[in-house]
């Protein structure tokens, strides 16, 4: 049992070159997260998706666009990178809003934008 | 909007010793509070999830309480070990998005 699988673990990009980062999960779970971790500033959400079809903008979306057309899996993408896009992220996922299973991370995807 | 503080946010304690983790949020209309331990350079493990409706969960030597009127969650850790060393994370979800919003952390070193 994979549960969530976060690809590529590393990538270095150059400024307003583009990607997608991939976030597959295997426990049929309704809700799916995007979150980005920086030093001294914690997790913060940038996309959700609440079902398959279904996204929306969380705390922090500018610079990210997100897709779930399967419901196993939730994409960002980065259409122009930044420096100030240099994190580190995590996928999560949950069986509902309201979980009572709790949430689980992928081990996250290394990005540096220079 | 809901801020989650946690306090210390370094903690050096000598092998053996219990210790207290503290976590506090704005807010009292939460569903759930979940405690996540972060190795350097890993991924997030979840310890454990308290529901709203509940006071305490233990796991092992792990045990966390919450208080929600107050606005309050600690996580005691028993006959702490360097295995411990880690960064300890508190979030809590309150919207019906589910999703998380996260303390900074406290960073736990246990010395041998």
């Known amino acids: 049992n994979a549960g969530v699988t976060q690809t590529p673990k590393f990538r270095v990009l150059k400024t307003g070159q583009s990607m997608t980062l991939l976030c597959a999960q295997d426990?049929?779970?309704?809700?799916m997260y995007w979150y980005r971790q920086d030093p001294g500033m914690g997790l913060r959400l940038i996309h959700y998706?609440?079902?398959?079809?279904?996204?929306a903008k969380g705390e922090v979306p500018d610079g990210y666009n997100v897709s779930r057309l399967k419901k196993q899996n939730f994409l960002l993408g980065l259409e122009s990178a930044a420096p100030s896009q240099t994190s580190v992220y995590f996928c999560?996922?949950?069986?509902?809003?309201?979980?009572?299973?709790?949430?689980?991370f992928g081990s996250g995807t290394r990005l540096t934008v220079v | 909007k809901q801020e989650v503080t946690q306090i210390p946010a370094a903690l050096s304690v000598p092998e053996g010793e219990n210790l207290v983790l503290n976590c506090s949020f704005t807010?009292?209309?939460?569903?759930?509070l979940q405690w996540f331990r972060q190795d350097p350079g890993k991924g997030l493990t979840s310890l454990l999830l308290i529901q709203s409706s509940q006071r305490e969960q233990t796991s092992g030597r792990l045990n966390a309480s919450l208080d929600k009127s107050s606005g309050r969650s600690t996580l005691y850790i028993a006959a702490s070990q360097p295995g411990d060393s880690a960064t300890y994370l508190c979030?809590?979800?309150?919207?019906?998005?589910?999703?998380?919003?996260f303390g900074k952390g406290t960073k736990l070193s246990v010395k041998p």
């Open positions: 998706s609440v079902g398959e079809g279904t996204t």
């Open positions: 807010d009292s209309a939460i569903y759930n």
């Open positions: 979030a809590v979800s309150g919207g019906s998005q589910g999703n998380l919003i």
């Open positions: 999560a996922s949950s069986y509902s809003g309201q979980t009572i299973y709790g949430y689980t």
């Open positions: 426990m049929n779970h309704e809700y």
